[in-house]
């Protein structure tokens, strides 16, 4: 039942790419564009939230604090390196270096994301199923509109619209197979869950301070400040909600 419920979470991104990627398709550039930045705000506070509120306390019960928060502090060190090799990618504006080297690249690191990120749903599921749900819900949250940006990219380098959204939807159908490959092997080795944990609130705390947050810094001409703070604390207050909820 367990694995059951894995597939669905991993899939639900996948749904909602097809979902946001046919919302795109009616909109105009500007009504996109709103729609982007509102969900950068508010998918900032969902990561920060789950990170510091679920993913590492639930790591810290698990594990000493040292090796905690030393696995922490590599991830971050690690996804640094790795953005800097154009290999982990959370552009969410048009006219960015990642986005300009062009569609294959885009789906190269999306591909590689969205496979972390079906392992990160699968440790979190083993572990509790609250956290589970509440980790996959902010996967899902940044995601989306990261998935709809990227179409919108795939649109405006020439891409068809159907080529465009066939390369979105396999690009995130690998989170499914990250999840698969978390779950059976994972299941084998839980003491590395808690290890797996910290990467996922590093991960995550990487994604909205050093690329979303500083986004909507840089959006402040265009997105009123208190638009911008009433997003962000729903995004907190959407996790604290899901986790009452479970448990």
């Known amino acids: ?22 919302l795109i398709l009616m909109c105009s550039r500007q009504a996109r564009d709103k729609f982007l930045s509102a969900m950068v705000s508010y998918a900032a506070g969902t ?3 789950v990170s510091l509120l679920r993913l590492l306390p639930e790591a810290l019960e698990l594990e000493k ?3 905690v928060m030393g696995t922490v502090l590599t991830g971050v060190v690690l996804f640094f390196l790795l953005e ?10 048009h006219d ?3 986005h300009s080297a ?15 990120d079906g392992i990160l749903i699968a440790a979190a599921f083993l572990t509790d199923f609250s956290l589970g749900v509440t980790t996959a819900i902010a996967i899902i949250i940044h995601e989306v509109p990261q998935e709809v ?13 159907a080529k465009a959204m066939g390369l979105n939807i396999l690009s995130s159908l690998t989170t499914v197979i990250g999840a698969l490959l978390g779950y059976f092997a994972l299941d084998y080795l839980r003491p590395a869950i808690p290890y797996v944990l910290a990467l996922s609130a590093a991960s995550f705390l990487y994604i909205a301070t050093v690329d979303l947050i500083a986004n909507m810094h840089r959006q402040g001409r265009h997105q009123a400040p208190w638009t911008q703070v009433a ?7 959407t996790i604290l909600l899901a986790t009452g909820l479970h448990h």
């Open 1 to 22: 039942m367990l694995l059951f419920w894995i597939i669905v979470f991993s899939l639900a991104g996948t749904v909602g790419t097809i979902v946001g990627g046919s």
């Open 47 to 49: 990561l920060l939230s």
């Open 65 to 67: 604090p040292f090796p």
């Open 84 to 93: 800097k090799l154009l290999l982990w990618r959370h552009c969410h504006e």
């Open 96 to 98: 960015c270096e990642v």
């Open 102 to 116: 062009g569609g294959p690249l885009i789906i190269i690191g999306d591909s590689v994301h969205n496979f972390v």
């Open 149 to 161: 940006g990227d179409f919108s990219i795939l649109l405006d380098h020439g891409y068809k619209k």
């Open 231 to 237: 997003l962000f604390l729903a995004g907190i207050a």
